[in-house]
Every structure is written in structure tokens, then in C-alpha cells.
């Protein structure tokens, strides 16, 4: 494994992943973790991520105490540079001037970082502070106009530093020097591909249950899907998939589940229809937090009452005899690390996927995606033979098409909404733009009418709302520019096709202010 200390998150991740494209498996460390206990994961290679902080910040984080003492290779890039560079006994400067974006580096000397690369190179930069002089034992590698030292290294005893950003794309052969570093500095070898990430899992999955019974709720999205396809894999009929069809889901997705997954993995499914109990809860509502309570209570009852059935027998294969004991969670690792690292700390966060389970329902979690990024889970997914529908499908909120309609949930609505919406994906993907959206909500305001003229006569009809957004995490969004004669094409079959509408429109607010969702 190769650490990533992070001193920073929205950076570590980044380098994390992008270790992992080299094939090497990384993990993120907090910097508060003591430098023995970084030891006892053995790795091959540590890498100190860039930061926010100022070296002389007060509270600002330092390296672990005796890091450079345990022999592991290490790369310091950005903050972590600087930290490297002060505790080896160079010194770190404030400067007037900053260095944010774009930037040249020139090669003094090539050392191993830069062996074989040009001499002039694009590399992007984040910082104020900068390393003046290089710690003894360091040869100067690199430098840019305003930092004299962009680059050091200390081959004998494997310490690398770099003050840009390697990781980032605009870093012109910023996945060289990682590889370079990984490889030759770390002699880190490329075995972390898909096929052994997949050999893996299978194998940790059945070692934890054992010949026990497990359970998995399938929301029809990436995340369970792919878990779900894992653990039939590793156990085959000891596992039982749950799928509540609250009838809130788009035009298609419930047979994808019932019947492309299932043909695909082979897996055990138990299908719950619970459409007319959701759409009962929901009369009338129209307040979207209330909703969003009521879907969410709704789903926890349905899949409760699924489980209490398979646990006590009935409706499953299994032997019921043999209770179950394992839930299948499709967590990720962004996820893990926001809630603690995975160090030990509190992990909220993974439980409340399925809320709160009844006393005599206590399952021991299953989350064999816990170490893997988006994307690697949708490499997992294609590696285990799921249809590229299900893997490459966009995010879809839990709560469905039903915070979709603005204003109260009906089955009519419903119709009217996943028919506008099932011709805007179909536009979307004749144009072979799934991949470069986001996502793209379709929004019905059910409440509003305008006046329209369809075929000689007056209508007084619905709106629709096209939300197509571009985003990396959906913490913040921009709206698509999609090409005038995409909108174009979804907007006449949408009013052509779909009664009781009769104009299509387009959001055009980025997040913030605007949300992607519209409740
Ligand atoms: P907003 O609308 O807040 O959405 O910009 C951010 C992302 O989260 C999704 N979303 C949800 N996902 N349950 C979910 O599983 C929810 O209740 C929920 N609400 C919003 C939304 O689709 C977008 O990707």
C-alpha cells in the first residue's frame, strides 16, 4: 500500500486515485496518525498531500514525529513539500508573490523524478509559502521563476519532493513523475488492477460471512448493484436482494432491476411492490422535506417487513433456518474517509444509508466497496459483467421522481413525468452526451399551467424543466450547455409526444445558488 497523509482532503483524494491509476493501492491517513502506526500498514511509499496551511500557522499540521526515520520512501508535494523541506532542516519562506495556476517549470537536473522528460514543463501551482533552500542531502531538481526550489530529491535515503501538483491534469507529465516516483523511487509494483481488486473483495467477502445469510436492499443505482453483484458472486444463493419498487423510479429502472440485473448476476430477488402504500403516504403532500421524510420512513418499513419475512423464512431460498446476519452496504471510500478515515473513528455515515433497523433486525455490515472510488466501482461493475446501463448510470436521488413534481405525487403525474423524462434521456444518448452530463434531472411543475396552441386549438398545460448539469462530486454544478439542436429535438417530441404538455424550458442556474435537485 502507499499512504497518502493528508493535510488537506480535497487534495489527498485526488492523489489517492490517481496512485491507484498507476495500479498501486493507496490508502488516506490523517497526518495526526503516529508514524509507528503508519509503519504497521506496511507501505511501500508514503506521499504527503498539499494543504491549506501556512508551514508557520499557528496549529498548523506537521509531519508525524520520526516519519523521515522509518526508511519508507516519501514524496512531499505542495504543503507537504514545505513540511518535508522544514523538518529536514531547509527552510520555507513566505513570499509576497503567489503562485496560483498555471506555471513553467525549467529541469535543473533530471535526478529520477524528471529523467527523460523536457526540460521546460507546464505544471500547476498552489501556493504562497515556498521552500528557499533545500534540507542537506537534497539535490535541487526544478525551479520556476518566483520558487527556487520546485523540485527535490534525496536518493539515498528515497525523500522526493515537488511543490506543484503532479496530480492535477494541467500538470503536463504529472502522472510520469508519480509513476517515476511509485516505480523506480518506492519500487511499487502495478498490481492493483481490476481483476485482482475483484479476486480480492470475493475473497474478503467470504471469509467475513462464512456460511451465513446476508441481505442487500437494491436501489437500482450503481453502488448497490455493483456490491450486490460482488457478494452473489463470492456466496451465491446465501444472498438475498431486496428491491422496493415505491413506483417513484424513471421509465425502465424497475425492469432493469427485475430483470437485466438479475439475468446478468443471477441473484436471489425478492421484489416488494409498494407502489400504491408510497403513493397513499404521499397524498397531498407537497411540502419537499415532508417527502423526502415520507419516502424515506415508507422504505425503511417496506424493507424492514421484506427482511423480518426472509430472516423468519418465507419468501426467500436459503434455508430459513439459518437466520440472517449481514447487510450488504454499497458504501465507498470518499464516503469512509469523510466519516473518519476509516482510522478507527466514528462511521456514521455507512448506517444511515438504511436508517434505523429494528432491534431484533441486527445486521453486521457487509461494504465491499469500502476502499474503492466511484470510479473503480463502475470498473468492478463492468469487470463482473453488469450491463453498462446499470454501471454507467447517472445519480439518481433516493426519493426518486417524487421531489421531481412540484407539487403533490399522483400516478398520473408520475406517468406524465417519466414519458418527458424517458425522451430526454433517449436524446441524450442518440447524441452521445451521457458520458459529459452529470446528470439531468427532468422536473414536472405539476401546479402550474400556462396557455399554449397545439394543433389549432387553445391548451392549458404543463411545464417542463430540463436540468442538465456538469459537475465533479455534486457539491457544485454548472448547468450543460447542451447543443440548441438536442434541446431542440427533446422539446418538440416532448410537447408532441406527452399529453398535458405544452412547453419545455431549461434551467440555467449553477449550484450555488441553485440546488441540481429542485426540492
Ligand atoms: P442537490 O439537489 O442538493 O443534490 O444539489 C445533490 C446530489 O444529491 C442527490 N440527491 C439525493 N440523493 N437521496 C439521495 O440518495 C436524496 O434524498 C437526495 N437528494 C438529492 C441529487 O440527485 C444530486 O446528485
Redo the contacts with the bound molecule.
Sequence with gaps: TVLVVDFGAQYAQLIARRVRECHVFSEIVPSTMPAAEMLARRPKAIILSGGPASVYAEGAPVAPEGLFDIGVPTLGICYGHQVMAQALGGTVENSDVAEYGGATVAVASPGMLFAGLPHEQAVWMSHRDFVSSAPSGFAVTASTDVTPVAGMEDLERGFFGVQFHPEVLHTEHGMEILRRFLYEGAGCRPSWTMVNIADESIEAVREQVGEKRVICALSGGVDSAVAAALVQRAIGDQLTCVFVDHGLLRKGEPEQVEKDFVAATGVNLHVVDAQERFLSALDGVTDPERK?KIIGREFIRVFEEAAREIVHGGAAAGDPAEPVEFLVQGTLYPDVVESGGGTGAANIKSHHNVGGLPEDLQFELVEPLRTLFKDEVRALGEQLGLPAEIVWRQ?????GLG?RIIGAVTRDRLDILRDADAIAREELTRAGLDRDIW?F?VVLLADVRSVGVQGDSRTYGHPIVLRPVTSED?MT?DWAKLPYDVLQRISTRITNEVREINRVTVDITS?PPG???WE
Design positions: 423526502r445519480p439518481f436521488p433516493g426519493p421531489i446528470q434531472p455534486a454544478a449550484k440546488t441540481i435537485e
